[in-house]
T-cell receptor
Framework: ETGVTQSPTHLIKTRGQQVTLRCSSQ?????VSWYQQALGQGPQFIFQ???????GRGNFPPRFSGLQFPNYSSELNVNALELDDSALYLC?????????????FGQGTRLTVV | DQQVKQNSPSLSVQEGRISILNCDYT??????FLWYKKYPAEGPTFLIS?????DKNEDGRFTVFLNKSAKHLSLHIVPSQPGDSAVYFC???????????FGPGTRLSVLP
């Protein structure tokens, strides 16, 4: 077990709705990243937060946004949901930003958009 | 443009034999590589990593080899066990050490 927990584990939303996914990072980890894993693909980087600031972003539109809180927990918000947003959303925490350190992943939130 | 490639979507190996999973990358600026294992309904679990200053890293039954000139790495599992059956992702850390670039994964099945 990695100590990274995500909620909810499963979610069904309708196209056009908004969704918030939550993540509690491993104790002592100040860097949180979010990844989207579509079926049959590897995880794709969405963005990273370090000390409550976004400090890196992948190729995702602005309707994907996030927050990191003082306790280093994090949220991923997706507005105007589209069918293609259906995927497994993974949160990962690292002990520090940058440098050669591994990331520890939560179990993911499976989002289905209908 | 896929910067990390795993060209074998699946691999089947007999229990006790060696499993070899391959990964190729295109970005010569990558300098840290990792392997993750993923079971259904779970997040990826870190397995082993290697820095570009090394060509081999070993941890128990798992060994990762890196060939920088060929931009190729491989994961060897010896001996393979049925519990090793999972999807294995190769990942590279980007230039700024900021985020991981993952391959599409290889599904390993270890047959008893």
């Amino acid at each position: 077990e990695t100590g990274v927990t995500q909620s909810p584990t499963h979610l069904i939303k309708t196209r056009g709705q908004q969704v918030t996914l939550r993540c509690s990072s491993q104790s002592g980890h100040n860097t949180v990243s979010w990844y989207q894993q579509a079926l049959g693909q590897g995880p794709q980087f969405i963005f990273q937060y370090y000390r409550e600031e976004e400090n890196g972003r992948g190729n995702f539109p602005p309707r994907f946004s996030g927050l990191q809180f003082p306790n280093y927990s994090s949220e991923l918000n997706v507005n105007a949901l589209e069918l293609d947003d259906s995927a497994l959303y993974l949160c990962a925490s690292r002990a520090r930003q940058g440098g050669n350190t591994e990331a520890f992943f939560g179990q993911g939130t499976r989002l289905t958009v209908v | 443009d896929q910067q990390v490639k795993q060209n074998s979507p699946s691999l089947s190996v007999q229990e006790g034999r060696i499993s070899i999973l391959n990964c190729d990358y295109t970005n010569s600026m990558f300098d840290y590589f990792l392997w993750y294992k993923k079971y259904p309904a779970e997040g990826p679990t870190f397995l082993i990593s290697i820095s570009s200053i090394k060509d081999k890293n070993e941890d128990g039954r798992f060994t990762v080899f890196l060939n920088k000139s060929a931009k190729h790495l491989s994961l060897h599992i010896v001996p393979s066990q049925p519990g090793d059956s999972a999807v294995y992702f190769c990942a590279a850390l980007n230039n700024y050490g900021q985020n991981f670039v993952f391959g599409p994964g290889t599904r390993l099945s270890v047959l008893p």
